[in-house]
Nanobody, 118 residues
Framework: QVQLEESGGGLVQAGGSRRLSCVAS????????MGWFRQAPGKEREFVAN????????TYAASVKGRFTISRDNTKNTVFLQMNSLKPEDTAVYYC???????????WGQGTQVTVSS
């Protein structure tokens, strides 16, 4: 099992930037992929971005492509989400997740709130 802890959330004005971090601990050697998801009030959780741990290959949701960047630091077992040009509709709780194989995510963090004011 992998434990995940997010940080970096907060209040930001529209057009601003924010960087989220997620530190993984535990059985991190088996990590295949890590991702970011978000859940806005009254909505279902949605995919934001992911990164393959071995080669850094990334995938983004259409709604954030070109504005958000996911990256990793293998030496620190940390994944980042750089969010630029933030919009009020980006307001959500952002969750970090990890999986060991292709398929569903196995481990989830507690989430960090990002609020974008207009």
């Amino acid at each position: 099992q992998v434990q995940l802890e997010e940080s970096g959330g907060g209040l930001v004005q529209a057009g601003g930037s924010r960087r989220l971090s997620c530190v993984a601990s535990g059985r991190t050697s088996s990590t295949y992929m890590m991702g970011w998801f978000r859940q806005a009030p009254g909505k279902e959780r949605e995919f934001v971005a992911n990164i393959r741990w071995s080669d850094g290959d990334t995938t983004y949701a259409a709604s954030v492509k070109g504005r958000f960047t996911i990256s990793r630091d293998n030496t620190k077992n940390t994944v980042f989400l750089q969010m630029n040009s933030l919009k009020p509709e980006d307001t959500a709780v952002y969750y970090c997740a990890a999986k060991r194989t292709i398929g569903q995510y196995d481990d989830w963090g507690q989430g960090t709130q990002v609020t974008v004011s207009s």
